[in-house]
Structures are given as C-alpha cells and as structure tokens.
C-alpha cells in the first residue's frame, strides 16, 4: 500500500505562484506515472498535469504554458509549479500515484486565487 501527501496550497492574489508537492510512500514511485488533479466547487475532478516514469508529461489546455510538472525519484516526491494563477484555478488539487496494478490519491490540498 502506498501513501501520498500533498502539501502548498493557500491562498494566492491573480498573478501570483505556489508550488505544490506530493511525497510518496512505498518504493513503486520511480515506476509509476503520477498526476495532479483538480476539482473546484461543484465541478467534477479534472486532470491537470501528467509525468510519467520516464519523464514525459502532458497538460490540460487550460494550464499550458502556465503550469510545469516534475518529479524528483531519489525524493520520492513530484512537485507542480503553478504561475500566473488564475481565479478559475481555484480549486482543490490531489496527486495521483498509478501503475498496473494501483491508483492511489493524496487527501488534496486547497489553492484558491482570489484579489
């Protein structure tokens, strides 16, 4: 069994940058793909960033260019920068561990964009 914590969210003006982490237990992270997710009130949970074992990630549209996924294996731990934050980012984000065999999520850490 796998555990994951996320952590950095808080509350940010238009315009500004938090970094979130997400730290894995276990030794299966190296191999796994892992993901940050979002889902804002009364919204369903969407993706936002994926980066797989290898290093290759993918974005959601609306983050391109705004958000960067990365991930460090000796750390156990993958991280997403997020800048030029937006009102509509406002949202709680979880990290997603997944393999063949498992799927896991953190419990979500609040980011809210607010003036």
């Known amino acids: 069994q796998v555990q994951l914590v996320d952590d950095g969210g808080g509350l940010v003006q238009p315009g500004g940058s938090l970094r979130l982490s997400c730290a894995a237990s276990?030794?299966?992270?190296?191999?796994?793909?892992m993901g940050w997710y979002r889902q804002a009130p009364g919204k369903e949970r969407e993706l936002v960033a994926t980066?797989?074992?290898?290093?290759?990630?993918n974005y959601a549209d609306s983050v391109k260019g705004r958000f960067t996924i990365s991930r460090d294996n000796a750390k156990n731990t993958m991280y997403l920068q997020l800048n030029s934050l937006k009102p509509e980012d406002t949202a709680v984000y979880y990290c997603n561990l997944r393999t063949w065999s498992l799927n896991a999520w953190g419990q979500g850490t609040l980011v809210t964009v607010s003036p």
């Open positions: 276990g030794n299966i992270f190296s191999i796994a793909t």
């Open positions: 980066i797989t074992s290898g290093g290759i990630t």
